[in-house]
């Protein structure tokens, strides 16, 4: 049977998994009067929320009697790690680009990748429709992209296609037709079919499933060989060769998984019945084992202390509480997610947990709640390392697409936390803007940034390199409110308290000695009392102590939380809620633990 292997990559919010959906309809997957939705690949809670894809997933269908694998991929720098691994099981990649925005720097990233293993590129240049959009200009920037990237002679020759996802359609030319045909006929035409090199069996394993009936499945590209259901095979792990045997072999077919009893060389398939595998680790012959090269993944860039929740409201929500089960469950994490590192601290309550972003370390912390884990999250720090003796940190790319009329806030904001201006443009009415920025001063920036902007900016980056440390970068400027003793906010004292600064909490909320409550109007924290209520007297009033007018409690994100935060604050993440805090929270031993602090800087 003929088949093609596609992975789709572009920059996030480009129209990646809305082409799969076309994809999906153009062939027939669903009955003519079916449900589907939109962003059917989509299917994770929080990939719904936040309308991003973060995990990659197969789907294949049927075209003209081919069969194409199509992997939709995220588009966050944060899951890079999901991408460089998927890339393995394609065999040639649809780079999918905005035809306003044009290549961004995690179109960058992605297509890097894919040049380097030699997969053969086609362009998609969609969203035609908008208003101002370039497509021809766009087409010459990917073309510079390729170029810059030392793509070969064959690659630079990629064909390009030009269409709108939305409105359904793709062509080699601008003008409009019915379907999204000519570019199938296109992925026909220009993917390759799967090398096939002589041998005895070979599958990376290059990523998993998880199944609660049959456990954890192994999800490959079948290189060479032919896998067979009751296959007696080796499992090639970096530590050593284990014999083991295939339960059962799944093929996709549309959005699901059909039972087969053997799988040809070139198709994808998921593999049942094997052990204690890794990602990487290869699937071979019984008799003589040959190792495939190892996916190799880079390297993280910031860490976050991970430690139980030791606040006075522990185990009011959540189901898992003590440190065993936060161990086990990040352990269980680093298994399918690549880009993850743990490590054990001094203390057995606390764990380093090392991730490629804020989104990265954001979207597991969310994850872990949501299936009722409590915990306490520090604050987000960069990998520091030391190179030829100097401390060096890592530094990103930073883009941001604004109006004019904001694109002096912007530089202002950036400079300030050590960036340099590279590139600044005129794309329309907007203003194009990139920098080098250390990714210290990213943290806290997005918030800064859509206030100045009044929410117009569009803002992303992705690692580049590390570099020399380049000194204090200024953090938050105002101070908090912090809750003097535990017990239930009143409108009486939050009314009096509003020209203190604004808050996180409403009336009539539980809070705890040392919680933070709110944000001070200055520099400098102020403990003060949220609970006082009001005292009652025997004269009638006059009727002018009406209701207290009080503004509405600012709600956070756990991402806002966790880029607002300083070093002696943390957060407590439970099911229900999230509150910021200070590590100490007793304001006596905080301030001896501060006095302690200056003496050994100035020792």
């Not at 969203?127 to 064959?154: G, I």
């Not at 083991?244 to 077919?253: C, D, N, Q, S």
């Not at 606040?311 to 997610?337: I, Q, Y």
């Amino acid at each position: 049977m003929n088949i093609r292997n596609i992975a789709i990559i572009a920059h996030v919010d480009h129209g990646k998994t809305t082409l799969v959906d076309k994809i999906l309809h153009q062939t027939n997957v669903f009955r003519a009067n079916q449900e589907t939705g939109e962003l059917i690949m989509d299917n994770n809670d929080l990939e719904r929320e936040r309308g991003i894809t973060i995990f990659s997933k197969n789907a294949s269908v049927e075209y003209k009697g081919v069969k194409i694998n199509v992997i939709d991929t995220p588009g966050h720098a944060d899951f890079g790690g999901e991408v460089e691994r998927v890339l393995k099981m394609a065999d040639g990649v649809i780079l999918l680009v905005d035809a306003f925005e044009g290549p961004m720097p995690q179109t960058r990233f992605v297509l890097q990748k894919a040049l380097q293993l030699n997969l053969k590129p086609i362009v998609v240049i969609n969203k035609v429709d908008k208003p101002n959009c370039r497509p021809d200009e766009v087409h010459d920037a990917v073309f510079d992209l390729f170029f810059n990237l030392d793509a070969t002679e064959e690659q630079l020759n990629f064909p390009t296609f030009y269409g709108s996802g939305k409105n359904g359609w793709f062509n080699d030319s601008l003008t409009p037709c019915d379907d999204i045909t000519p570019l199938l006929d296109g992925i026909l035409k220009y993917v390759p079919e799967p090398k096939i090199a002589e041998g005895s069996l070979q599958l990376q394993i290059t990523s998993l499933d998880y199944s609660s009936f049959l456990g954890r499945i192994a999800v490959g590209k079948v290189t060479r060989g032919t896998i067979k259901e009751n296959q007696p095979i080796s499992l090639v792990q970096a530590d050593g060769i284990k014999k083991t045997r295939v339960r059962e072999l799944y093929i996709f077919e549309s959005l699901g998984k059909k039972k087969v009893t053997e799988v040809m060389p070139g198709d994808i398939c998921a593999v049942v019945g094997i052990e204690d595998f890794n990602i990487g680790d290869t699937i071979a012959d019984f008799e003589n084992p040959e190792a495939l090269p190892v996916i190799s993944v880079d390297e993280p860039t910031m860490n976050m202390q991970f430690g139980i929740n030791n606040s006075p409201f522990f185990g009011k929500d959540g189901k898992f509480v003590t440190s065993r089960h936060l161990r086990d469950r990040l352990m269980k994490e680093t298994e399918k997610n690549l880009a993850l590192r743990v490590q054990d601290t001094d203390s057995a309550d606390t764990f380093m947990v090392f991730g490629r972003g804020i989104l990265h370390l954001g979207v597991l912390i969310e994850t872990m709640r949501r299936e009722g884990y409590e915990l306490t999250v520090g604050q987000p720090k960069v990998i520091v390392k030391t190179i030829d003796g100097k401390k060096h940190e890592p530094y990103e790319t930073l883009v941001v697409d604004v109006p004019q009329e904001f694109a002096s806030k912007v530089i202002d904001l950036v400079t300030r936390r050590k960036g340099e201006m590279h590139i600044m443009e005129t794309k329309g009415d907007m203003q194009h803007l990139e920098f080098e920025i250390p990714s210290r001063g990213l943290i806290g920036l997005r918030t800064q940034m859509l206030t100045a902007t009044a929410g117009e900016a569009v803002m992303a980056h992705r690692f580049n390199d590390y570099k020399p440390w380049k000194g204090p970068i200024p953090g938050r400027n105002n101070g908090v409110l912090i809750a003097k003793e535990a017990g239930t906010t009143t409108a009486y004292s939050l009314d009096k308290l509003q020209d203190r600064g604004f808050f996180f909490v409403d009336p009539g909320e539980e809070v705890y000695k040392g919680m933070i409550i709110g944000e001070n109007n200055k520099p400098g924290d102020l403990v003060v009392n949220p609970n006082e209520g009001k005292k009652l007297t025997n004269m009638r009033a006059s009727g002018t102590d009406g209701a207290a007018n009080i503004a509405p409690k600012t709600l956070m994100t756990l991402e806002e939380c966790m880029e607002y935060i300083q070093h002696d604050e943390c957060i407590e993440v439970t099911p229900n809620h999230i509150r910021m805090r200070k590590t100490i929270l007793d304001e006596e031993e905080r301030k001896r633990f501060q006095k302690t602090m200056k003496t050994e800087e100035v020792g």
